[in-house]
């Protein structure tokens, strides 16, 4: 079948080499931001997340940065694996009052590491 | 770990045929979520649900309903199975707080 790759915008590191991958929100009530990881053919992964009220934070290897002023957010993997090749997406929480939230996907870019 | 099962990795369905596809969570989570994954066209919700017997509409839940009867099963229902509903179906569940934790997928396919 169709990879999830296809029609995506591209990163291509090499390996060892850091990688950024960003992603652009546009709504300014969104209070919570997610990184997934998708490899081909299963389900996205989780990898880290960040509240609003930061503006930084970081995992094994990977950094996540927010800035609200431009509302953009970006995920830096340190020493690029060629494991790490996959979709990477960006997802923002947006709570309407009490339990009512939704849960807003980017379209993904597809990071390809080259041995 | 968190871990999000859906009953089946790939299916072939005629079309009118009535599908469900199912999943299931270990981690008491409230909310659970049924998208649809297609190329070009990204994550698209079709329903959620924020508690047992509890559901509302996404983005394009239309041919498609919902069934919670218990906190960690939630199953998605195609009435009549069309061509165009051939896609990736991805189950999720999530605390209030937190993120979703996904399914590894069911690839569906409507002849």
């Known amino acids: 079948g169709e990879s999830v790759g296809l029609h995506l915008p591209t990163l291509s590191v090499q390996e060892g080499d850091n990688s950024i991958i960003n992603c652009a929100y546009s709504n300014s009530a969104s209070d919570y931001f997610i990184w997934y990881k998708q490899e081909s053919g299963k389900g996205p992964q989780f990898i880290i997340d960040?509240?609003?009220?930061?503006d930084k934070r970081q995992g094994q290897r990977v950094t996540v940065l927010l800035n609200k002023t431009v509302k953009h957010l970006s995920l830096q993997i340190a020493a690029t694996q060629p494991g790490d090749s996959a979709v990477y997406f960006c997802a923002e929480k947006i709570f309407s009052g009490g339990s009512n939230y939704k849960l807003t996907f980017g379209k993904g870019t597809l990071l390809t590491v080259n041995p | 770990d968190v871990k999000v099962t859906q009953s089946s990795r790939y299916l072939v369905k005629r079309t009118g045929e009535k599908v469900f596809l199912e999943c299931v969570q270990d981690?008491?989570?409230?909310?659970m979520f049924w998208y649809r994954q297609d190329p070009g066209l990204g994550l698209r919700l079709i329903y959620f649900?924020?508690?047992?017997?509890?559901?509302e509409k996404g983005d394009i839940p239309e041919g498609y309903s919902v069934s919670r009867e218990k906190k960690e099963r939630f199953s998605l229902i195609l009435e009549s199975a069309s061509t165009n509903q051939t896609s990736m179906y991805l189950c999720?569940?999530?605390?209030?707080?937190?993120?979703?934790?996904f399914g590894q997928g069911t690839r569906l396919t409507v002849v």
């Open positions: 999720a569940s999530s605390f209030l707080r937190g993120p979703a934790f």
């Open positions: 649900s924020y508690d047992v017997k509890m559901k």
């Open positions: 981690m008491d989570h409230e909310n």
């Open positions: 960040i509240r609003s009220n930061m």
